[in-house]
């Protein structure tokens, strides 16, 4: 997993063998701006709802379908970006791991970046180039469901990590039948490893590494558990852990909307550990 800066993708643009994605809910923007050669995925194709889990993965074969109208097999390399700081775009990057994708990366800062940059854009819709696309889920060791993370509770060598806000953690602002967090989870808002001089361009590694530290989060070979609410904004904290080394990362894609939802889980609430 590559976390590149606008030049380094600046370099890639003319290369054949690779796909810039533009991944959001609105066309409309994409059409009135987006990075040349770009195409777009609308953000709901990568996830699938069994109310009230809003967040979960869609079967291979639907992926295959709708990445491969867009021009994804195996035999190009995706960069992906979007204008939402960074959350949808890693969801497909995320997705792109599960299905054993080789080659994926992030532009750093999504698209606000690239205009920071003053790199070039383009308007209009793009036709996409289809390829024939028939994925498997190659790496489900980066994913965890509701029984994987139950099964895990308590146990020492999990790191539970939860990329949702501060009030969300603790309880004050509710977004499911309860409030609160999953025992054991530590916090971590998904904004906060964002350079607060330039958002949403990610700090410097050293910081985040630091911040990760902090949070008993510090071996690369230690197995870290991230959720949000949908794993939208987690997907973006799955991105850079990998991209930091940590090889043994899931994601709890049910999330929030799953185990807040559930009467039978257990929940926490109040501040953060210290």
Known sequence: ?????????????????????????????????????AVHLAYPALLRADPPAMGLVPPAEDLGRVLGAIGIDDDVAVI??????GGKASRLLWTLDLLGHPRHALLNGGL?????AEGPTE?????PRPRAYQPQLRHPEHLA???WVVQHLGDARVHLLDARSRAEYTGEDVRAARGGHI??????DWQ?????????TLRDRREILAMLA??????????????????????????????????????????WSEWGNDPELPVVTGDPPG
């Open 80 to 85: 992906a970006y979007d204008a939402d700081g």
């Open 1 to 37: 997993m590559e976390i590149l800066d606008p030049g380094s993708v600046a370099g890639l643009l003319e290369r054949d063998d690779c796909l810039l994605v533009d991944v959001g809910d609105d066309d409309g923007r994409f059409q009135r701006v987006h990075l040349p050669g």
């Open 183 to 188: 025992p054991g989870a530590v916090h971590l």
């Open 112 to 116: 606000q970046a690239w205009l920071g």
């Open 145 to 147: 469901d509701r029984d």
């Open 123 to 127: 308007t209009g819709s793009v036709t």
């Open 214 to 255: 902090e949070r008993g989060i510090e071996d690369p070979q230690q197995e870290v558990v991230v959720h949000c609410q949908t794993h939208h904004r987690s997907s973006l904290t799955y991105t850079v852990l990998r991209h930091l080394g940590f090889e043994r990362v899931r994601a709890y894609a049910g999330s």
């Open 192 to 200: 906060a490893l964002m350079d607060p001089e330039d958002p949403p």
